[in-house]
C-alpha cells in the first residue's frame, strides 16, 4: 500500500507566505495599489513575527480574497510562473525539501495541503516534484476573480479534503506523516500516525509535547538549484574514478595477455 506525507506549505516548506510572496511582481504588474502594498508588508511581518493563528489566518484570508477581487486569473497564473525561481526558490526550507527527498527514496508520495490559492501552490509543488496538491480554490467568472472563496483548505477542511484523498488514494493514514507550523492544522496532525510540528511557537510546541509529536526545526535556505547541483561535481568524480578504474584493469590484462 502506498502511503504520504503531508507537508503544509507556509513557514514548513517555505519561509514565508506564499500569497504574500508575490506582492513584488503583482505590483509591477500594476494588480497592487501603493496601499495595497503596505498593508501586505505589514501582513507579512505579523504572519512572520507571530505565527498563523485562527484569527490572524483569518484575517490574512479576508484580506487576499478582497485584494484580488477583479484580477484576471490568467494573469495571475503567468506571474507566478514567471517569477516562481526568483520569489519562491531562495526561501524554501533545505530541511523540508531533505524531508520530501526522503520521502519520496522511501516510497511515499508527498502531498502539499495549503490555504494559499491553487494558482500559487501548483507550481511551487510542481518545483518540490509534489504527487498532490490540496489548496484553496478562488470563485472565477468570466476569467476574473470575484473575491469569493470556492474552497477554503483551512483547519478541518484540510483534514476532510485529506481524508477523502487518502480513501481514493489507498493510503493507510496511520502510517502516514504531516508537518505544519500552525496550531490551525491540529485536525491534520491528529489524523495521521506520524506528526511533527515544524518551527512551532510556545503554544503548539506544548500541544506537541503532550502528544508525543515530532518537533522540528527548519533554519536553512537554500535555492533548489544549488542544492542540486552540489551533487553533480561528485557524480561526475565517482563517473570519472570509474572510468579511470577499468582503463587501469583493460591496461593490465592487456599486459598480461602480452606477457603470457
Same mark, same amino acid.
Given at each position: 500500500m502506498t502511503n504520504a506525507a503531508f507537508f503544509d506549505l507556509d513557514k514548513t516548506i517555505i519561509a514565508r507566505s506564499s500569497a504574500l510572496a508575490f506582492t513584488t511582481p503583482f505590483a509591477k504588474a500594476g494588480l497592487l495599489s501603493k496601499r495595497s502594498i503596505l498593508r501586505n508588508l505589514v501582513a507579512q511581518t505579523l504572519f512572520t513575527l507571530g505565527g498563523a493563528d485562527h484569527e490572524r489566518t483569518e484575517r490574512l484570508r479576508l484580506q487576499l480574497s478582497k485584494m484580488v477581487e477583479g484580477w484576471s486569473s490568467d494573469q495571475v497564473s503567468?506571474?507566478?510562473?514567471?517569477?516562481?525561481?526568483?520569489?519562491?526558490?531562495?526561501?524554501?526550507?533545505?530541511?523540508?525539501?531533505?524531508?520530501?527527498?526522503?520521502?519520496?527514496?522511501?516510497?511515499r508520495q508527498v502531498v502539499i495541503v495549503s490555504s494559499s490559492a491553487i494558482e500559487i501552490v501548483k507550481p511551487i509543488g510542481e518545483m518540490l516534484g509534489a504527487d498532490e496538491i490540496i489548496a484553496t480554490r478562488l470563485k472565477i467568472v468570466d476569467g476574473r476573480y470575484t473575491g469569493e472563496i470556492e474552497y477554503?483548505?483551512?483547519?478541518?477542511?484540510?483534514?476532510?479534503?485529506?481524508?477523502? @484523498? $487518502?480513501? +481514493? !488514494?489507498?493510503?493507510?493514514?496511520t502510517q502516514c506523516f504531516a508537518y505544519s507550523d500552525s496550531s490551525t492544522d491540529i485536525p491534520m496532525l491528529e489524523?495521521?500516525?506520524?506528526?511533527?510540528?515544524?518551527?512551532?511557537? @510556545? $503554544?503548539? +510546541? !506544548?500541544?506537541?509535547?503532550?502528544n508525543g509529536w515530532g518537533i522540528r526545526n527548519f533554519r536553512r535556505t537554500v535555492p533548489l538549484r544549488e542544492r542540486y547541483q552540489f551533487g553533480k561535481p561528485a557524480m561526475a568524480t565517482a563517473l570519472g574514478m570509474t572510468a579511470i578504474s577499468l582503463l587501469a584493469f583493460a591496461i593490465a590484462r592487456k599486459h598480461r595477455r602480452a606477457a603470457s
Open positions: 503567468e506571474i507566478v510562473q514567471e517569477t516562481l525561481h526568483r520569489f519562491i526558490e531562495p526561501i524554501i526550507y533545505a530541511e523540508a525539501a531533505d524531508l520530501i527527498d526522503e520521502h519520496h527514496r522511501n516510497g477554503y483548505a483551512y483547519g478541518q477542511t484540510k483534514a476532510a479534503a485529506i481524508r477523502e @484523498l $487518502a480513501t +481514493r !488514494k489507498g493510503y493507510d493514514l489524523m495521521v500516525g506520524f506528526p511533527s510540528v515544524v518551527n512551532p511557537d @510556545l $503554544a503548539l +510546541r !506544548k500541544i506537541a509535547i503532550a
